[in-house]
């Protein structure tokens, strides 16, 4: 009853393969290169390219159910047919798919595939502030625009157990999740809550539209997908600011807050 984690080593990734290991269940963690995967002890780590699904026949075998990342170089995982088709001969039964884009191919594949799906749609997750990372423990500020634009970030861990309930115990097959933290917070509410964790005042400088997307542009984004991402961030859909509870209807427990995450991540942002 082997689950196979994608995405293993990324934010949500981690929490899936921890808290499978956690519970005891044989959980196979897929990454490009297990030498950096850093993940633990007793887990078992396989190299596979979800761009080559033809390096993905050893990862699946033996495998029941499997976490799905579906967007990364900024594009939606465009061999995601391919990977379904040979999961459900490989002897998947059960699938999380963690979505990243519009509707399109890769929810055609997966809705189209004979086994129980469960599509989650996160909004912002908490770790996106980890991008502030170097300029507070540097200089003490945060650079962002939009400051007062609300959005209901979600924890990390928080998205991977509704994807290791779905896995482990099923019954949400055929669902769609929009998954939110318990409170819609501004740039300027995340930027407090991350200085009471540390014990400092952070500062806070605005940045125009422009030098947001141009910040992406320097870190190689394309175009379509700049337009999109600070689009969302400028103007987000209802859903990205209104609070559901499908974290705590599908675990059991209530979603952590966003002072947890800074309580977490603290001594990241220490200098
Ligand atoms: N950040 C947000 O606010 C937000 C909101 C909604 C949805 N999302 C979606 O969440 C996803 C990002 O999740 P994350 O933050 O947990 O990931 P992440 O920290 O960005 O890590 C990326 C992961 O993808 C894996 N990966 C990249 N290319 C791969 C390939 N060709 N084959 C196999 N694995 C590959 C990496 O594994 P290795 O490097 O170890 O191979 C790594 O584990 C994206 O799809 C994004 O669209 C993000």
Redesign the pocket.
């Known amino acids: 009853m082997t689950i196979l984690v994608?995405?293993?080593?990324?934010?949500?990734?981690?929490h899936v393969v921890e808290q499978l290991a956690r519970a005891g269940r044989p959980v196979r963690a897929?990454?490009?290169?297990p030498a950096?995967?850093n993940l633990p002890a007793g887990v078992e780590v396989v190299r596979?390219?979800?761009?080559?699904p033809e390096t993905l026949a050893g990862a699946l075998a033996g495998v029941t159910g499997m976490h799905l990342?579906?967007?990364?170089?900024n594009a939606p995982l465009a061999t995601a047919p391919e990977i379904m088709d040979l999961a459900v001969r490989a002897g998947v039964r059960r699938v999380t798919v963690?979505?990243?884009?519009e509707p399109g191919p890769v929810e055609q594949a997966v809705t189209a595939a004979d086994l129980e799906w469960t599509l989650l749609?996160?909004?912002?997750?908490m770790?996106?502030a980890l991008t502030w990372v170097d300029s507070v423990r540097a200089e003490g500020v945060v650079r962002e625009a939009f400051p007062e634009v609300p959005s209901a970030?979600v924890h990390?861990g928080d998205?991977a157990a509704v994807a290791v309930t779905a896995l482990v115990d099923g019954g949400h097959a055929g669902r769609t999740y929009t998954l939110t933290g318990p409170r819609a917070l501004t740039v300027h509410d995340k930027i407090r809550t991350i200085g009471a964790a540390i014990g400092r005042d952070i500062g806070f400088v605005e940045l125009t539209r422009e030098q947001a997307n141009q910040r992406l542009r320097d870190r190689g984004v394309p175009e379509d997908v700049i337009d999109y991402v600070v689009g969302w961030h400028a103007a987000p859909p209802e859903s990205a600011y209104t609070v559901v509870p499908t974290v705590e209807e599908v675990t059991g427990r209530p979603a952590r807050t966003y002072a947890d995450w800074a309580a977490e991540h603290a001594d990241a942002f220490r200098p």
């Open positions: 994608t995405g293993a080593t990324g934010n949500v990734g981690r897929l990454t490009r290169d950096k995967a596979g390219d979800l761009n080559a990342m579906s967007f990364f170089d963690l979505w990243g884009g749609e996160p909004v912002e997750f770790s996106n970030a990390e998205i």
